[in-house]
């Protein structure tokens, strides 16, 4: 049976994905949304289709002439039931396009974000998808709001979680998502049934890993850690020779297709707020110099970490970012929530991750002295080194809070408590206390007083069921390209990851009764 497909952030590398769907199992590409390589790809291949290039949508606007449809407003109705993601999506995702902190304004993103809403509900009532599926998590400034849009028509959504899981030496599994923010409930069935599944060998020395004495960071953080930062801090020499060819080629004052950051207070979706090449160029130095510095204001702050108290140790997550999918987003909140919860001879450690301070990853934009001098006001609060060991930190505390991150993972297998205050793959284990509300936490809290431990059988059998809906060994994330590169046969990887996106849409949605499909109401009403 044929279906209508929309395609997000898929680049040319994975056409192959799209065209194996289509072929095998009628998955037709409706509307595409991707770079402009792909775009030329589609146009050739699939003249039905409408492409829409994502650096278009970013930079300069919204032109339905141009994809010929008329535009469909939104209404109250809409946006009240979306109204419980806003904070996330206008403090978060549109944060990372504001390149002072003043010039993109809370009015403006406000207005951006329903002229996106209006956007993707003109696409959606035109297409009429049966299916939505993005190579990568739905975050970003663009696609997060079609997601959200899914969600509220009931439209099956199907990404790829790009970061690995169990990742031990050469071995990286990844699954397929349905939702950012019940991220586990694709492995509930298997989890809460009676059968217990064997792990492989590479698992248990994963899990064998993490139980040692001196506990082994993932070799994939190591990598991520090392790595992106020659990514976003190109070094001095490569600057020069990029500021030579712009001025060459005559385009150092042109505007780069793909940059989004704002520059002044024109709107946002004028051409005239945005950098051009030399902006941006020098934009990325401020904030290259801006992040060194923030590692100094950090370390004012930090004192070295007491094991023999009773602590919980806070790992903060890397903002700008995705991932905590929560009203927990903006830390603070988080940490008024933990600082009133707990008893009064605990203390709470927090320590930045390593990311924050890579220079060019732009945590200045959201990271300050004011920042740091609010968490130093609580009493009950210490800020330590960032290079404190993680496994040293987990073995001495009473418990580990975090937003979402893998620490969280780390400590329950290590045998600590953990109080996860956003959304994450493991949430879902009986070993994890997820805190929506302060309740949460203070119960949380005395339960592990009471001495609560994790249940070290219960979270071999989650692994055993997550690892039932997992591929192993995905071309995905950040160093896709040259993992694509040193692949022997790069189209069948693909062909591998399109049987695999088939297979989830089987398991999570080919049975849906009558009532959980696509919400027909909504989708007619107008």
Known sequence: ???????????????HVIEYLNKEHGWNPAFVFGSEHLGQWVKENYKDAIFHAQSELISYGFDFNRIGMVKVPIDAEIIEALSKHEAYY??????????????????????????LLIFWNTILKNVKPDIFVTYTMPHTLTDYVLYRLCKYYQIPVLYIDHVPLFNYQEDKYFYIGVSLEKQSDVFKGLYHSDKTYPLPNGVKEYLKSIRSKEGLPPPYCVHFIKNIGKHWNPGFLR???????LLVTGRLFEKPDLMSWKDN???FDSEKSKMNNWQT???QERICHQDKKLRKIYSSFVKEADLNKKYIYYAAAVQPEAGIWSTYQDQLLLLEVLSSSIPDDWLIYYKEHPGTFIVGGKASLVRDRHYYDRISSYKNIVMIPSETDTFKLINSAQAVATPSGTVGWESIVRGTPVLIFGHVWYQGCKSVFEIHSRRDCID????????????????????GAVLQLCEKNIICGYFYQEELQSCLDPQEEMVRIAKHFYKAYETHYSDRSQNEKVNLKNYNHV
Do not use: H
């Not at 049976?1 to 056409?15: D, H, L, N, P």
């Not at 504001?98 to 809370?106: E, L, M, P, R, V």
């Not at 600057?239 to 060819?245: G, P, S, T």
């Open 1 to 15: 049976m044929k279906k209508s497909v929309i395609y997000t952030t898929f680049t040319y590398e994975y056409r």
């Open 90 to 115: 206008l403090l978060s995702t549109m944060s990372t396009s504001d390149s002072t902190g003043w010039n993109f304004s809370a009015q403006e993103r406000a207005r951006y974000y329903y002229d």
């Open 239 to 245: 600057v020069c020779r990029r500021l030579i060819k």
């Open 265 to 267: 207070k024109q709107p």
């Open 281 to 283: 160029i020098l934009f």
């Open 444 to 463: 949380a809290i005395q339960k592990i007083n009471n001495g609560f431990k994790p249940d070290q059988a219960d979270i071999e059998k989650f692994v």
